[in-house]
C-alpha cells in the first residue's frame, strides 16, 4: 500500500516526508524541488508491541509498516502538463491513499505560488486538477463504450452508465471518492485508475513562530473546517518543521516540546500515520514469544487462513485452527500459559474474522 504526499509547491510537503521517515530529502525553499518521488518506509505507531514484547520477554520487536511517497508540488494547468504536471499526476495515479497537504501559516519568506494563504483555495486548486484529469480518462473511455453500446453489447451498456454517473460527479467539481458503489461496480471503477476516487486525508500544516491560523482562529481557517464538514474530510493538524526535530527525542520529549507549540495531543505525526493506516482498510495482528513479537498488516475482513497467509502461504494452504486472544486479555492474564488456563485462549477455524490486536497463533 502506497501513501502519496501532495499539495501546492511550498507547503510542506518534503519537510512532512522527512519527519515521517526520518530520511534527508531536499526541501529547499523553492517550487519543484522535488522532481522525482521521495519514497520512504514508515513505521505504524503501535504501543501493544512494546508491552506484548515485556510480557513475553521477546528478544526483538518488530512493528508492520507503509510505505509514503513525497511527490513534487501541483500548479493550477498540471493536467495539461504545466509545471511537469503530468508526470507528477502519474505518480499519483500510483498510490492508494493521497495525504493533501494545505499550509495554514503564514510566512512572507516562504513563497506561496499564488502569494496568498489560502487552504480552502488551496485545495480546490489541487483537487480541480485531479478533477480535470479524470474527466480525461473518463472521455476516452466513454468513447469508446459508447461505440459498444449502439451495437446493444450489454457490459458495454452497463458501463456506459457507471461512467456517466462519474463524468457527471466530476463536472459538479465533485470528487469521485464521494459516489458510493455496489460491490461489482466498484470493481469496475477501480480498473479506471482515477484519482478521484483514491481516499483522500488532509494535513493543515502550521509552524513554529509564525501566524498560524488555527491559533487566531482566522476566518479562513473556519471556512476550510466547514469545507471539511460538509464533505466529511478526514484531517490532521501538523508543525511540520517542528516534528521533523523530534525524531530522536523519546515519547515524552516529545509531548512536551508538542505542548509548547500549541499542538494538542492527536496533532502529531503518529496521528496521521494511524489515520492512514485505518483509511487504507488495515488492521493489525500480532504474534508474539521469546524469540520476538511482531505485527503483521492485514485488509480488514481476513479469514483466519488469510491473516495467516501474510506470514507464510503455507499458513492459508495448511490452515488446521488457529489459537487466538485480545491483546488486552493476553495482558491481563499476564502469561500465554495463565491464559490458557484459566480458557481465554480460544480456538478458530477458517471462517473465523481476525479482529485488530488479535494475538494469534496458526496450527498447520
Known amino acids: 500500500m502506497k501513501i502519496g504526499i501532495v499539495g501546492l509547491p511550498n507547503v510542506g510537503k518534503s519537510t512532512i516526508f522527512k519527519a515521517l521517515t526520518k530520511k534527508p530529502v531536499d526541501i529547499q525553499n523553492y517550487p519543484f524541488c522535488t522532481i522525482d518521488p521521495n519514497i520512504g518506509i514508515v513505521t505504524v505507531p503501535d504501543e501493544r508491541l512494546e508491552l ?33 504536471g503530468n508526470k507528477f499526476l502519474a505518480h499519483i495515479r500510483e498510490v492508494d491513499l493521497i495525504v493533501e497537504v494545505v499550509r495554514i501559516f503564514e510566512n512572507p519568506d516562504i513563497i506561496h505560488v499564488d502569494k496568498n494563504i489560502n487552504p480552502e483555495s488551496d485545495i480546490e486548486t489541487v483537487n480541480l486538477e485531479l478533477i480535470l ?42 470528487l469521485g471518492n464521494t459516489l458510493n458503489w455496489a460491490p461489482e461496480k466498484i470493481i469496475f471503477v477501480k480498473t479506471l485508475n482515477l484519482l478521484t476516487t483514491k481516499p483522500i486525508i488532509y494535513i493543515l500544516n502550521k509552524a513554529s513562530d509564525q501566524k498560524n491560523l488555527d491559533e487566531t482562529n482566522d476566518e479562513r481557517f473556519q471556512k476550510i473546517m466547514e469545507f471539511f464538514k460538509a464533505s466529511h474530510s478526514q ?30 495531543a492527536n496533532e502529531n505525526i503518529d496521528q496521521l500515520i494511524k489515520m492512514s493506516y485505518q483509511t487504507l482498510g488495515l488492521i493489525t495482528f500480532i504474534t508474539t514469544g521469546a524469540d520476538e513479537t511482531r505485527a503483521w498488516t492485514i485488509v480488514d475482513g481476513s479469514t483466519a487462513p488469510q491473516a495467516g497467509a501474510a506470514i507464510h502461504s503455507d499458513f492459508e494452504e495448511k490452515f488446521i485452527k488457529a489459537e487466538i486472544i485480545n491483546w488486552q486479555d493476553l495482558m491481563k492474564s499476564g502469561s500465554l500459559k495463565s491464559a490458557r488456563s484459566t480458557g481465554l485462549i480460544r480456538t478458530e477455524g477458517k471462517k473465523y474474522i481476525v479482529q485488530d490486536g488479535d494475538v494469534i497463533e496458526f496450527k498447520v
Open 235 to 264: 484531517f490532521v493538524i501538523l508543525n511540520a518543521d517542528l516534528e521533523s526535530e523530534l525524531g530522536s527525542l523519546t515519547n515524552e520529549e516529545k509531548n512536551q516540546f508538542r505542548a509548547m507549540a500549541n499542538l494538542r
Open 52 to 84: 506484548l514484547g515485556k510480557l513475553s520477554e521477546s528478544k526483538k520487536i518488530i512493528p508492520t509498516i507503509i510505505e509514503f511517497v513525497d511527490i513534487a508540488g501541483l500548479i493550477k494547468g498540471a493536467h495539461q502538463g504545466e509545471g511537469l
Open 133 to 174: 484529469t479524470d474527466l480525461e480518462t473518463i472521455n476516452k473511455r466513454l468513447e469508446k463504450t459508447r461505440k459498444d453500446s449502439k451495437r446493444g453489447d450489454k457490459q458495454a451498456l452497463w458501463e456506459e452508465e457507471i461512467l456517466i454517473t462519474l463524468k457527471q460527479t466530476l463536472e459538479n467539481n465533485q
